[in-house]
């Protein structure tokens, strides 16, 4: 059974920072690209940043310089680091992992952020 955990989500300020982890474990594998993802009360769920296990980050256009993306490969860890929070930024971030060896997709359950004065 595979699980991805999240944690380190919380209430913050404007313009303050949090650093979100997702860790996996289980029967997972070797694990491919792994991503963070974002949905926001009565939205779709969107996708923020992802990272190869090669280490390449992309990023959506809403967070590009103010969101790092990075990971621990031999920890199965995927980490989002958030600064310059904004009222915007407010949703339950969920981290994504592609397994390379089931070819499966597996998520995390979520964590909630708050960004609010």
């Known amino acids: 059974q595979v699980q991805l955990v999240e944690s380190g989500g919380g209430l913050v300020q404007p313009g303050g920072s949090l650093r979100l982890s997702c860790a996996a474990s289980?029967?997972?594998?070797?694990?491919?690209?792994m991503g963070w993802y974002r949905q926001a009360p009565g939205k779709q769920r969107e996708w923020v940043a992802s990272?190869?296990?090669?280490?390449?980050?992309n990023y959506a256009d809403s967070v590009k310089g103010r969101f790092t993306i990075s990971r621990d490969n031999p920890k199965n860890t995927v980490y989002l680091q958030m600064s310059s929070l904004k009222p915007e930024d407010t949703a339950v971030y969920y981290c994504?992992?592609?397994?390379?060896?089931?070819?499966?997709?597996?998520w995390g359950q979520g964590t909630q952020v708050t960004v609010s004065s």
């Open positions: 994504k992992a592609f397994s390379i060896t089931t070819r499966q997709e597996y």
């Open positions: 289980g029967s997972i594998g070797s694990i491919g690209e």
């Open positions: 990272m190869t296990n090669y280490g390449t980050a």
